[in-house]
């Protein structure tokens, strides 16, 4: 079965500064990869999706990700974080109609 | 107009009591599943329903039984709480091979 690895648990950024979250899954094929958002006190949000074809995908807020086949990796990236990104980040891979999620990451952006 | 909800949003209870917990959807999805999320854990997939009559156990169902009434209602619940699940639990659904999933607002349950 397909596990997910986050490799940072907590992750401390200044304003502006750029972020990139890693995450792992374990075994190739066909995989359709996605990475949720949970601001403090609220439910999880999509923030991007990858299915197929270009592998650098663009989601909300300007986050984007890009799927690596070769390094069975799916990192978050965004060039200039801002207060409001504080939030934990997860990652998920879809296998056999389950999602398998990583730990999930911790990000806090100081003003 | 939240297309997945969830109730009670809050709840403490003691241990050895039963607990329900409620989710609906209005997105017409089939799947339907319930999490619960620990600190340090992310989501651990408790049951998952693709439709009314299919209903599998997920990584960690141990303690707990899960109900679908409707194709809009998969409720959860716990015969007789204890402590250690005290949680945030969410349910989600879905739809299509991708499995994107759709998440409710989440009940924080406190066992005490």
């Known amino acids: 079965a397909q596990s997910v690895s986050q490799h940072n648990h907590h992750v401390i950024l200044s304003e502006a500064a750029s972020l990139e979250l890693g995450c792992n899954y374990s075994y190739g094929g066909t995989v359709n990869l996605f990475w949720y958002v949970q601001y403090p006190g609220q439910h999880l949000q999509l923030l991007l999706k990858?299915?197929?074809?270009d592998p650098l995908v663009k989601g909300i807020k300007g986050f984007e990700a890009e799927f690596i086949k070769s390094k069975f990796s799916f990192n978050l990236r965004k060039p200039s974080v801002q207060w409001s990104d504080t939030a934990e980040y997860f990652c998920a891979v879809n296998d056999n109609y389950q999602l398998i999620w990583g730990a999930g990451t911790k990000l806090i952006i100081k003003p | 107009d939240a297309d997945v909800t969830q109730t009670p949003r809050n709840r403490i209870t003691k241990t050895g009591k039963r607990i329900m917990l409620e989710c609906s959807q209005t997105k017409g999805h089939d799947r339907m599943y319930w999490y619960r999320q620990d600190p340090g854990l992310g989501l651990r997939l408790i049951y998952y329903s693709f439709d009314v009559k299919d209903i599998n156990k997920g990584e960690i169902s141990d303690g707990y039984s899960v109900s679908r009434q409707a194709q809009a209602k998969f409720s959860l619940s716990l015969e007789s709480a204890i402590p250690n699940q005290t949680a945030l639990y969410f349910c989600?659904?879905?739809?299509?091979?991708?499995?994107?999933?759709?998440f409710g607002p989440g009940t924080r349950l406190t066992v005490l």
């Open positions: 989600a659904t879905s739809v299509g091979l991708r499995n994107e999933q759709f």
């Open positions: 990858y299915f197929s074809g």
